[in-house]
């Protein structure tokens, strides 16, 4: 199996990213690493440093989107985790049930595309991207200044 390397992220499903950063960034004193509006699918996606990961907040900004129908349907919470692997589409392949083929759904901070390897047994979506031990370790502290 394909290494997984860290926990990249946490995805949070919101409805408003603004409402969202009220809860986050002001009440937890999260700070803002990134934030960007990628085209497909089309949604806002906004890091919070968590130390050695993130919490990706996840925005519809279109109300046909997959996103836009999970919350409708889930309403906001958790969306997905995503695991940090050396290859991406080998990752997703080995993670994905019964060898389901990983689905391409855009990139987040400049990344390669990252892939949806299906649902864990207790239905936790996951996702897989590419680690990158500069970004992601070596400029990282691991922790959070108190």
């Known amino acids: 199996m394909n290494a997984i390397r860290r926990l990249d992220h946490v ?34 996606l906004t890091y919070l440093d968590c130390g050695n990961s993130s919490i990706q ?14 919350l409708a349907a889930e309403g906001e919470g ?22 389901a083929p990983p689905a391409t759904i855009g990139s987040g901070r400049g990344r390669p595309p990252a892939f949806v390897s299906g649902e864990l047994p207790s239905g936790v979506r996951v996702e897989v991207t590419r680690f990158d031990r500069e970004q992601d370790v070596d400029r990282v502290a691991g922790w959070l200044e108190g």
């Open 11 to 44: 995805a949070i499903a919101v409805r408003d990213t603004e409402a969202a950063l009220e809860r986050f960034r002001d009440g937890l004193g999260l700070r803002v690493t990134a934030s960007e509006e990628i085209e497909s699918p089309r949604v806002r």
């Open 57 to 70: 907040l996840v925005e519809p900004l279109d109300d046909s989107s997959p996103v836009a129908e999970f």
């Open 78 to 99: 958790l969306h997905h985790i995503c695991f940090g692997v050396d290859e991406v589409e080998a990752g997703a392949t080995a993670l994905a049930p019964d060898g």
